[in-house]
């Protein structure tokens, strides 16, 4: 049988990785975020931030980008190396245990290979731009315009892999605003549809 | 202090007025989908059938039909005045009782005027076609034809009045895939915020 396994595509700021480490925690099973980038870079000698950042962003918010990058004689860059790492890693937690993943297109990559719960967390500019202030201090560059940023190039990365849209309420089947509802009551929705 | 009241926009064939009644008879509220077009109906001397087509699709798919349409000395179309007798009654349950209000951009007329809990529920196309014909009977046309159909008019109409982009997650607090997780899931997701 097909373990369970819940995909959470988030908003840059909305708390859906969170979301994840909670539902995770609730039902007693993983949570892959950040250690889906430690594994990566432990095993391409890459840093995690590179890693990090490679793993779910478009270098400049569109894929036109790719087409000047580094290629090696395969015509891979180093990106398109990431994401085969990265999907062959996600491809083999789904086959070993029932899990929650966090981002990097699992819902994509799985939706053959497991029962699959997926969820996409948004939240209004105002209340992500509030809480990426709180979570990660004050930068230069204002709180709207890096969730901006972040995004733009988040959706740049999901389409230029999957060829469908992120954010599009039709590919999940869970879609919550955790500004209005909460963090409290997301995780509930969710580990109680598990 | 304002009205409760739970908006669901829903896509033509996945069971969200079926949705909104149950959770209303869940939770002893009133649910507003036939009762609108009634009223109007009562209200304007138009046929039931016409204001039902006229309040929630364009005629052609396309908001530039608008354009050719028969205009009183104000310039209102028929299609206006429909809209603009349905808005008010939506404002005035609003300020009458908690309900469930299904369709008719109840969402954005009443966003700032109630405290709303905006739903939106979708299915596959397939899982719709199957709906469709078990509950509306088979016609001439093919389901898949009549769903594209209707999602294409009902988006344009709520474009038009709205200047928001239906189905898109991020005007949804809640929305679910009624295919995959059933009525009767939905249903209590949303009665339990409620």
């Known amino acids: 049988m097909k373990n369970r396994i819940i995909t959470i595509s988030r908003e840059f700021g909305s708390g859906g990785r969170t979301v994840g480490k909670q539902v995770a925690k609730k039902l007693g099973i993983a949570c892959y975020d950040q250690e889906l980038i430690e594994k990566i870079a432990e095993k391409s000698g890459l840093s995690e931030d590179f890693v990090r950042e490679k793993s779910e962003y478009t270098p400049y918010g569109n894929w036109f980008a790719n087409a000047f990058a580094d290629r090696d004689v395969r015509g891979m860059t180093i990106q398109d190396h990431i994401w085969t790492m990265q999907r062959q890693m ?27 719960l997926t969820v996409f967390i948004h939240a209004s500019m105002q209340q992500r731009a509030q809480r990426i202030v709180r979570v990660y201090g004050e930068r230069e560059d204002s709180p709207e315009k890096r969730l901006k940023d972040k995004d733009k190039r988040r959706r740049a990365y999901y389409q230029f ?7 599009d309420v039709r590919n999940y089947q869970v879609a919550l605003d955790s500004g209005i509802l909460g ?7 969710i580990a109680d549809l598990y």
């Open 161 to 167: 892999y999957t060829d469908m849209e992120w954010g």
């Open 183 to 189: 963090i409290d009551t997301c995780v509930k929705i």
């Open 90 to 116: 996600i491809l083999e937690l789904a086959e070993k245990e029932s899990c929650v993943i966090v981002g990097r297109c699992a819902d994509y990559i799985l939706r053959d290979e497991a029962d699959l």
